[in-house]
T-cell receptor, first 110, second 114 residues
Framework: KNQVEQSPQSLIILEGKNCTLQ??????????LRWYKQDTGRGPVSLTI?????NTKSNGRYTATLDADTKQSSLHITASQLSDSASYIC?????????FGKGNQVVVIP | NAGVTQTPKFQVLKTGQSMTLQCAQD?????MYWYRQDPGMGLRLIYY???????DKGEVPNGYNVSRLNKREFSLRLESAAPSQTSVYFC?????????????FGPGTRLTVL
């Protein structure tokens, strides 16, 4: 069973609208959680990193949250732009290993 | 700084052929990694190198070999390619930022094995 589950698998949103991506994990012990953005045909790029003590962290229009008790994280995209069309990958570190989610595929349409 | 570079960008092989994927980083990172990414599977670790002179198996090492040539370069070799190795291959390196190790990925190599 995958230790990192992301939902929804894919979604289509209108430009200017907000959306929220979910990441649930079972990795234990927990060290940190990262969200990566992967544009089509490119390698992933780190957006944010969350440690155990952090609840919320923002990077421009991206806001990540972490609930370490329920082992859930979310990535909120505000006022989406066409350039937000990408796959968003949740990666959890624990036991000196990385567990990768399969990604949330986001398509922003005008 | 170029970051992490990979060559080639695209490659088509016939079953049984061999090839080497090249990766180099200019960020003076100790750790380097090779991943494959398949549709619906997410990134899977093939091999990694925690430092120059060391390599370790990841989640899916069968059919691959690696060489950490020096601190900058980490190559992945397919000795006898199989159709199951059709994938996108990413090299990454990691260095410590303010909080933890951040992985920096190359642009990927798209490999098709016929």
């Amino acid at each position: 069973k995958n230790q990192v589950e992301q939902s929804p698998q894919s979604l289509i949103i209108l430009e200017g609208k907000n959306c929220t991506l979910q990441c649930n994990y079972t990795v234990s012990p927990f060290s940190n959680l990262r969200w990566y953005k992967q544009d089509t045909g490119r390698g992933p790029v780190s957006l944010t990193i969350m440690t155990f003590s952090e609840n919320t962290k923002s990077n421009g229009r991206y806001t990540a949250t972490l609930d370490a008790d329920t082992k859930q994280s979310s990535l909120h995209i505000t006022a989406s732009q066409l350039s937000d069309s990408a796959s968003y990958i949740c990666v959890v570190r624990g036991n000196n290993r990385l567990a990768f989610g399969k990604g949330n595929q986001v398509v922003v349409i005008p | 700084n170029a970051g992490v570079t990979q060559t080639p960008k695209f490659q088509v092989l016939k079953t049984g052929q061999s090839m080497t994927l090249q990766c180099a980083q200019d960020m003076n990172h100790n750790s380097m990694y090779w991943y494959r990414q398949d549709p619906g599977m997410g990134l899977r670790l093939i091999y990694y190198s925690a430092s120059e002179g060391t390599t370790d198996k990841g989640e899916v090492p069968n059919g691959y070999n690696v060489s950490r040539l020096n601190k900058r370069e980490f190559s992945l070799r397919l000795e006898s390619a199989a159709p199951s190795q059709t994938s996108v291959y990413f090299c990454a390196s990691s260095g410590r930022d303010r909080v933890a190790d951040t992985q920096y990925f190359g642009p990927g190599t798209r490999l098709t094995v016929l």
